[in-house]
């Protein structure tokens, strides 16, 4: 069994952006081996590894999504000189790319560069400022005729910059949106070995999270748990961001509250939070979360939902960090919810107080 930092530098140092996902999957699929009773892939791609809980037959199960896609680039033209036309896959800022390192995953992998010509060379109206995704490439460095060989429209391409620890318990990099959260539900699963629960476990690495929610619909229409809670990241505090938006890290899980959220599900998942006397801050959706219980919350008759986050900053670029105490917290505060699920609960699980 990896060490939990460890298993987690080894996903954000590799590929898996959203539609993508199998080199990712691989990974979470040999770390799940030993801590799961089943394992299988849905039609879409996403992991499902079954936990089975000790109650009698037929158990209720509690279904813990989350997304193992990243975001990324694809290429959309080859240019002349070898260059490579670019797009996006899930939202990227494209202030941040000039100058980042990529790995095109054409008929092998190949290293590249984003870059941008030079201010004069640009449209005058485009030469001041940061420069829009439509005017960035990429340079392999290799020959076109070797570029034309190798790479294909619709080739996608990842971050290529390293896992690196920052600090005593920090950690950056690419694709901890949400890896991160597949490292918490790794940790929860391991608490779980320890410990009688009644309930089944389906610990989900979702796909396709960042582009269409497709692996959190067809994963819960699947699997048709009572419970589902997404596990994801929000952003964390940093010089200059706004208070009232972001949340502490190293400090406390955040809880989600919102028309996704069901209130029942958010007060015992709060009981449980103080019963560990564990501080959590609470995040409002005044629409939707931007999460998988999106899709979680609507699947066949509805399925009472939840969203826990692990502050994360810098989000959505190729140096996004988190600390690796709010990793396990959130991973012991969900162990501690499922190993007190009772077979009751359900009867007891109200929109009100």
């Not at 010089?239 to 919102?258: E, I, Q, R, Y």
Request: net charge negative; proline share 6%; charged share 20%.
């Amino acid at each position: 069994m990896t060490e939990l930092k460890t298993f987690l530098k080894d996903m954000i140092s590799t590929s898996g952006l959203s539609g993508f996902e199998a080199p990712i999957r691989s990974i979470i699929t040999e770390e799940w081996k030993s801590l799961t009773d089943e394992q299988h892939v849905s039609a879409l791609g996403s992991l499902h590894g079954l936990k089975r809980g000790e109650g009698e037959d037929p158990r209720p199960s509690i279904l813990i999504a989350t997304h193992m896609d990243a975001i990324g680039l694809m290429v959309t033209r080859l240019l002349p000189g070898g260059f490579l036309h670019i797009t996006e896959i899930g939202g990227i800022d494209a202030r941040v790319l000039p100058g980042m390192p990529v790995m095109v995953h054409g008929r092998e992998d190949i290293p590249g560069i984003v870059v941008q010509p030079p201010a004069f060379l640009l449209p005058e109206d485009k030469a001041s400022g940061p420069v829009g995704l439509g005017q960035l490439l990429i340079d392999t460095g290799l020959p076109e005729n070797k570029v034309t060989e190798l790479v294909r429209v619709g080739d996608t391409i990842s971050f290529n910059t390293p896992a690196t620890e920052l600090g005593d318990d920090g950690l950056s990099g690419h694709s901890l949106d949400n890896r991160a959260s597949v490292a918490a539900l790794t940790h929860c699963l391991r608490l779980l070995q320890r410990r009688k629960h009644q309930w089944d476990v389906w610990a989900v690495a979702t796909a396709q999270e960042e582009e269409t929610l497709g692996g959190a619909f067809t994963s819960a229409y699947e699997l048709r748990p009572k419970l589902a809670i997404a596990v994801d990241v929000t952003f964390g505090t940093s010089p200059g961001s706004p208070g009232h938006k972001t949340f502490k890290m190293g400090s406390a899980p955040v809880l989600g509250w919102g028309p996704n959220i069901h209130p029942g599900l958010h007060r015992a998942l709060k009981k449980t939070a103080d019963k560990l006397e564990l501080k959590t801050e609470f995040e409002t959706h005044t629409r939707y979360s931007g999460t998988d219980a999106v899709a979680l919350q609507i699947v066949n008759e509805g399925i009472p939902a939840m969203v826990i986050s692990i502050p994360l900053r810098y989000m959505h670029t190729p140096v996004e960090m988190i600390l690796m105490k709010d990793v396990e917290r959130v991973g012991w505060l969900m162990a501690e919810f499922i190993t007190n699920l009772d077979t009751n609960f359900m009867n007891t699980l109200t929109l009100d107080e």
